[in-house]
């Protein structure tokens, strides 16, 4: 759906020529000015300058963007043939959605080989055409780094599910239940507890997302290790930079105790809040991204605006920016959508952008590949006022202090599809949440869709 109307669209034009109007062809854009010697002020506003403070950022989700061999099914190679028109919007930066081996459980946010391209998207040559192509367009191209989790069918877990006393067994979070079943009550983001009983032992495994998405254990060094040399394969490639998934939830406090109720209904600060996130992001950035010029944005959830600064103040050599969803997600309770006003937008926008810290760089965006299109979501996708909007929401984008984020599509206005049946969905949340609430007869399943 998303690829034919991308192909379709009369109104490709309509955000081009917006982009064009509101950033003119800048030199320090593509970060060539940036190139040792180059006579840039090294501050502006009080601010270190630095190419993907200065950069639009364009968000791909290979698998529906552009299919290049007719299987129905976008990949990398389609991306190679809209280089030409990503670079004639203006985006500078293209991040993509994990191209990575998986069984997509979780469309690819369950990695099976870190060092392998699914193949449903292409080849390792593939990759790297499609790199070089970026390359000779002084576009960048940053890679989405999943490993709060990997998929149960990566190598690890299939040796670690054999048991204490295999030598992959610690580099997954195993603990033997209690009396009454699971070793505590965390939940899963996807309905039900956070536990799987799994292996000869009896023993349970952590999975904050899918039963097929164990969490990794980052206490264990070696795990650590095999993260970093993951991360410098991609980087010694010459990738400029990573979106690292969930990555707050990477520590967990070793006791693993029990929520209290009110913890529960904000189980995600609590994930978001282990004793060794920081050290172990400092840790990575020491042993991988210190030796590159490469941006990372991390996904914040679970991240309160008070903790903010301890991942992306630029002193602390953690992130450079972060996502955090207070307003793509305004309205939303659970799956539900509620009545918001435009001043708790307001609010939320203006109190990320009043931190007076110079040390801190913002994003901005209005939507992505979790969220839906932000032209229904904040606009009106009305044939009467859908250009209009689309034109009013890429200008709000591309004018906030920040680093603006597109999702692919809204720059030709795209809207949600209008689904109709829960058939039609292939997401794992979606799914969950529908046995949770519709199976059970909780909601019906008109007002669920
Ligand atoms: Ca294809």
């Keep these: 759906m998303n690829r034919r109307s991308f192909m379709n669209s009369t109104v490709v034009a309509l955000a081009s020529s917006l982009v064009h109007k509101v950033l003119p062809a800048d030199p320090y854009a593509t970060g060539s000015a940036f190139a040792p010697g180059a006579s840039v002020s090294p501050e502006l506003n009080g601010y270190k300058r630095q190419w993907w403070k200065e950069a639009v950022f364009y968000e791909i989700y290979t698998r529906s963007f552009q299919d290049s061999n007719g299987d129905g099914i976008g990949d990398l190679r389609g991306i190679a043939q809209r280089l030409d028109y990503l670079k004639s919007l203006g985006v500078d930066v293209l991040w993509i959605s994990p191209h990575y081996d998986s069984p997509n459980a979780d469309n690819g946010y369950d990695i099976r080989d870190y060092r392998k391209v699914m193949a ?76 799987q009983q799994d292996g000869p032992d009896g023993e349970y495994y952590l999975h904050i997302f899918a039963k097929k998405q164990p969490d990794l254990n980052w206490d264990n060094p070696k795990v650590r290790a095999e993260v970093f040399e993951i991360m410098r394969f991609w980087l010694n490639k010459g990738i400029d930079g990573f979106r690292m998934d969930v990555i707050p939830f990477i520590s967990k406090d070793p006791r693993l105790p029990d929520m209290t109720p009110d913890q529960i209904a904000h189980f995600d600060t609590v994930y978001g809040a282990g004793p060794h996130t920081h050290d172990y992001i400092q840790e990575m950035y020491r042993e991988t991204l210190a030796h590159h010029d490469v941006v990372t944005v991390g996904e914040a959830a679970g991240v309160t605006n008070a903790q903010v600064p301890l991942f992306i103040d630029e002193r602390r050599g953690e992130l450079n920016m972060i996502f955090q969803f207070d307003a793509v997600r305004i309205g939303r309770r659970q799956w539900r959508q509620h009545a918001w006003k435009l001043t708790d937008l307001k609010a939320i926008w203006n109190a990320a952008a009043s931190n007076p810290d110079r040390h801190l760089w913002n994003t901005f965006f209005l939507g992505n590949h979790d969220h839906p299109r932000l032209l229904n979501k904040f606009g009106d996708a009305s044939p009467e006022h859908r250009e209009a909007s689309a034109k009013l929401l890429a200008t709000l984008l591309l004018t906030q202090k920040g680093t603006p984020f597109l999702y692919q599509g ?40």
Excluded: C
């Excluded at 367009?137 to 069918?153: A, Q």
């Excluded at 610690?170 to 603990?175: E, G, L, M, P």
């Excluded at 505590?184 to 507890?193: A, E, I, K, R």
């Design 120 to 195: 449903e998207f292409g080849s390792m040559a593939d990759f790297d055409h499609l790199l070089a192509e970026t390359k000779k367009r002084g576009l960048k191209m940053i890679i989405d780094l999943v490993v709060n989790h990997t998929s149960d069918e990566h190598e690890w877990f299939q040796q670690s599910r054999k048991g204490n006393g295999n030598p992959y067994h610690d580099y997954y979070i195993w603990r033997p239940g209690k009396e009454n079943g699971v070793p505590n009550n965390w939940p899963s983001y996807f309905g039900g507890s956070a536990w």
């Design 410 to 449: 809204d720059e030709i206005g795209m809207s949600n599809y209008p689904f109709s049946a829960i058939g039609q969905f292939q997401d794992v949340e979606v799914k969950g949440t529908y046995t949770d609430q519709v199976l059970t007869g909780k909601v019906s399943a008109e007002e669920y869709l």
